[in-house]
């Protein structure tokens, strides 16, 4: 469809928090266009099957807090599916050079995540930890896998405010293929990064590489990493201590390595999620298998270890899987793999990392980040939700917070848009 070139509103980024913000917006009869620098919409939630032969999300993959998750339900409604029951409390562990099919190590993990989650306190989330206790790595790449950050450098107290109902659900039909179908009747203008926001009058500036972007308001969704890095300039500049607090909650480092594998080969193993924890001293690694009866298998890493692992460069990724692969399942395992993929979150310039977490002692710095008054230019993501950061549905939802701002900037009457309305497109599809 044809985009305006003079809309009320452009919206920057056309991930969750861009899907979230536009149908909002379309929702309540707005002019909008919006632009995304990367060649897909999504962001984040991305769903692929050329690199392995079967679907796979790059990104985001669950709908967390399921029984209240928005995109959960509108998934429901359009028939997107997704797994109707969440794995169990227990998982297998590979240590000590043997499988432990019902290790008790996952129930040891929750306990410690939620003595985090009720701590209450603006203190390290790695205070928590028992010295000298042996499962203390697997504590810690779990924590990783939350935050997507080292738990030295996470505060408990931000890392507590996140709602979580213990309710969580893998999308089969792909995390990203449902965000791309929900954008698929909004105006979005690929290969189009903003390089230049800027205030012009009682309007704003949008400067992109096919010219600049008039408009009445700016909804920003880029990750907080891509606005700390300078990427997109801002005249006048970003007031200090709204920079500042986008500096003190920035994105992690989350990154996955999947390999394709002869049919049968995890067959008799019969778990999805699994930790592979030998040779003993090196990173632990949270494994699917076969997810929805697929050939593949998917290893996740978090932290400064996904980062430096990121630097090596994707042989080094996919060798570590496949090392890890065949501690715990013998060389053999080598013989069945038939491709291998790899994610770079990390290294991509629109994206710079996994998801935000405030450090110690700076909790607040996100409630700064939502409660700031910049408008008409406004701030989504998941990094902009207090309780549901994270997640896809957060931004989503921080977008849709921001779509109303901008409406009634606009002197919309609108007191709210609600976040499961779907244009008939959507519903056709």
């Not at 990104?59 to 209240?68: I, K, P, R, Y």
């Not at 203008?189 to 700016?218: F, H, K, Q, Y």
């Not at 990427?231 to 989350?254: H, K, M, N, Q, W």
Request: charged share 20%; aromatic share 8%; proline share 6%.
């Amino acid at each position: 469809m044809g985009v305006s070139d003079d809309p009320q509103v452009v919206i920057v980024g056309a991930g969750a928090a861009g899907v979230g913000a536009g149908l909002a917006l379309k929702q309540l009869g707005i002019d909008f266009l919006i632009i995304e620098a990367k060649d897909r919409v999504g962001g984040r939630a991305y769903s692929e099957s050329t690199s392995l032969g079967a679907l796979w999300d790059h990104g985001c993959h669950w709908f967390h807090s399921a029984d209240q998750n928005p995109l959960r339900q509108i998934a429901e409604r359009i028939g997107h599916g997704y797994a109707s029951q969440q794995g169990a409390v227990t998982a297998p562990m590979f240590a000590n050079g043997r499988w432990d099919m019902e290790s008790p190590a996952r129930l040891k993990v929750w306990d410690y995540l939620d003595r985090v989650a009720t701590s209450g306190r603006d203190v390290p989330t790695s205070d928590f930890l028992d010295d000298g206790d042996p499962l203390n790595p697997v504590m810690r790449h779990w924590m990783k896998l939350m935050t997507s950050t080292e738990p030295e450098e996470v505060s408990a107290l931000d890392y507590g405010r996140y709602e979580d109902t213990h309710i969580n659900l893998r999308v089969r039909d792909g995390y990203g293929a449902l965000i791309a179908r929900l954008a698929s009747p909004l105006p979005v203008r690929l290969n189009c990064p903003a390089g230049w926001i800027a205030r012009a009058g009682s309007r704003m500036r949008v400067e992109t590489p096919e010219g600049i972007i008039a408009a009445d308001a700016v909804i920003v969704t880029a990750s907080v990493n891509v606005l700390n890095s300078g990427a997109i300039r801002f005249s006048p500049a970003l007031p200090a201590d709204f920079a500042e607090a986008l500096a003190t909650v920035p994105c992690g480092f989350y990154e996955k390595m999947a390999v394709a594998v002869s049919d049968g080969t995890f067959t008799e193993f019969g778990h999805i999620g699994c930790e592979i924890v030998d040779p003993q001293g090196s990173e632990p690694l949270n494994l699917e298998i076969g997810p929805f009866g697929r050939p593949i298998a998917i290893g996740h890493i978090a932290g400064h270890f996904a980062r430096d692992m990121v630097a090596e460069g994707e042989a080094a990724r996919i060798d570590f899987f496949i090392e890890k692969l065949s501690g715990a399942f013998g060389a053999s395992i080598r013989d069945k793999i038939t491709g291998a993929a790899t994610t770079g979150w990390t290294l991509d310039p629109y994206i710079r990392g996994g998801y935000a977490a405030a450090k110690p002692g700076k909790a607040a710095a996100r409630d700064a980040m939502i409660e700031a008054d910049l408008a008409p230019l406004y701030f989504a993501g998941e990094a902009f939700h207090a309780s549901a950061n994270a997640t896809a549905h957060g931004a989503y939802l921080s977008g849709q917070a921001a779509a109303l701002k901008a409406a009634q900037h606009l002197g919309c009457d609108a007191q709210a848009a609600d976040p499961l309305w779907l244009p008939a497109e959507v519903l056709a599809h």
